[in-house]
């Protein structure tokens, strides 16, 4: 399986390379170093190079480095519009994937939302984001950055004696400059699995 998703990555990375390296430090944004372009992504400093990408130290052979070798090779040098803000579902022709974001992207946090809280400053500075303290609903909210230009607006709800805790995974007005449907959703879905990761790794 791991063959088939280094197939594609490659696929990307052919395509990230035939781009203006200009053109491509200012969409990312990076920062050309060497043989290779830096920035963060998932909360990890990231390499990005002709042949492999790695993260964390670490070379990807799975789906997180087809998802940034597609960023890579999609991301325009447009000015981010965070408002209005998105829900998955109001962004064109996302009928076919809410289910899987829904439950991949935001159930998945649920039983975790006490303790996404105690650390919500953590998170926000592992993903360089923030912490928004003018959310306009939710008991607590942040904003995280996945991927450079990738904004993924959280807003939680916690538990009560009458309801359930509840997440909210929103997106800026013009995300779709940046990765195309499929893409946005999958990296939810490893931000969310990242989420609890890290979580968990300050708890232990």
Aim: proline fraction near 8%; charged fraction near 20%.
């Amino acid at each position: 399986m791991s063959q088939n998703f280094l197939h594609i990555q490659k696929e990307y990375l052919q395509q990230v390379w035939a781009r203006q390296l200009v053109e491509l430090e200012a969409a990312l944004p990076a920062r050309h170093k060497g043989d290779c372009l830096h920035f963060q992504a998932f909360g990890e400093p990231c390499e990005l190079h002709r042949q492999e990408i790695i993260l964390g130290g670490e070379r990807l052979t799975g789906p997180e480095g087809i998802l940034i070798a597609m960023y890579a090779s999609y991301v325009l040098p447009e000015k981010l519009q965070l408002l209005p803000l998105k829900s998955f579902k109001e962004l064109p022709e996302s009928m076919p994937y809410q289910g899987a974001f829904s439950a991949n992207a935001e159930q998945i946090l649920l039983p975790h939302v006490p303790a996404i809280q105690n650390h919500q400053q953590d998170l926000a500075d592992r993903f360089s984001g923030q912490v928004n303290t003018d959310a306009p609903s939710g008991d607590f909210s942040f904003t995280l950055y996945p991927l450079p230009r990738i904004v993924l607006y959280y807003i939680f709800y916690l538990p009560d004696e009458e309801f359930p805790a509840a997440v909210n995974c929103l997106f800026p007005a013009n995300v779709m400059d940046f990765l195309p449907l499929a893409g946005l959703a999958d990296v939810a879905e490893y931000t969310a699995k990242k989420i609890i990761e890290i979580i968990t790794e300050v708890r232990s």
